[in-house]
């Protein structure tokens, strides 16, 4: 049985697609042990109290420094043992001593089509807001793993979205998510669930 552990900002509506997807067994051998946000009034700890699962808050903002933090949510996390954590709209920079305590055990949904749209700047309707600024014809989601940098680790999985006449940035970010991130981040933890994802030369492999 894979173990998560879910960070959030906001909504949850991708951690929402996650419950829904391990209820229905379209993600199989999984369950998600905690759900950890920094924000303490985001909807997404409801989602997750709602539906029995452990719901943290730990916010920087309660912390003398960033070593602190890393620490207490190092230590948060680690009480779980998790074998996969999700990053589902998490916005904070995640400290190097977890990505680097958590090497190719950390998965985050992005949504655009990296290498485009990602990076320092590029979250919420940002990014949707620059698709349209660049006049895009199609844009998506995508699914990777988390290294060192921002939206830079190996990819897993991505899903193409149109881009419609009159979109706005809000229109654009419901359709992305409802035609791809709730797909495809449901899928990557089924995939990695079930042994079928490796890592070779920096590129993920997916065992068919
Ligand atoms: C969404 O824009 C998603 O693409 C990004 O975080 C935002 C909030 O998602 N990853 P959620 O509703 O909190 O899952």
């Given at each position: 049985m894979?173990k998560?552990v ?9 951690l ?48 003398a420094g ?74 998506g ?34 359709r ?15 995939l ?6 490796s890592?070779?030369?920096?590129r ?5």
């Open positions: 894979l998560i879910v960070l959030v900002s906001g909504g949850g509506t991708n929402q697609a996650i419950i829904d997807a391990i209820g229905a067994g379209t993600i199989r051998n999984a369950e998600i042990a905690a759900v950890i946000s920094n924000k303490p009034n985001a909807y997404a700890l409801t989602r997750a109290a709602e539906n029995g699962i452990e719901a943290r808050c730990i916010s920087p903002k309660e912390y960033r070593e602190e933090f890393a620490r207490a949510l190092l230590e948060a996390i680690g009480a779980y043992e998790p074998d996969l954590i999700v990053l589902a709209g998490y916005l904070v920079i995640l400290p190097p001593a977890l990505v680097s305590a958590y090497a190719g055990r950390i998965i985050n949904i992005h949504p655009s089509l990296i290498p485009s749209f990602c990076g320092a700047g590029y979250y919420g309707l940002k990014v949707h807001e620059a698709v349209l600024a660049r006049g895009c014809k199609v844009t989601a995508t699914v990777h793993f988390v290294d060192e940098g921002t939206d830079t680790g190996p990819i897993l999985l991505q899903k193409a979205v149109e881009v419609k006449q009159g979109d706005t940035p809000e229109i654009l970010q419901r992305v998510m409802e035609e791809a991130e709730w797909k495809i981040l449901p899928r990557s933890i089924d990695i669930a079930a042994g079928k994802v890592v070779i030369d920096g993920a492999v997916i065992a068919d």
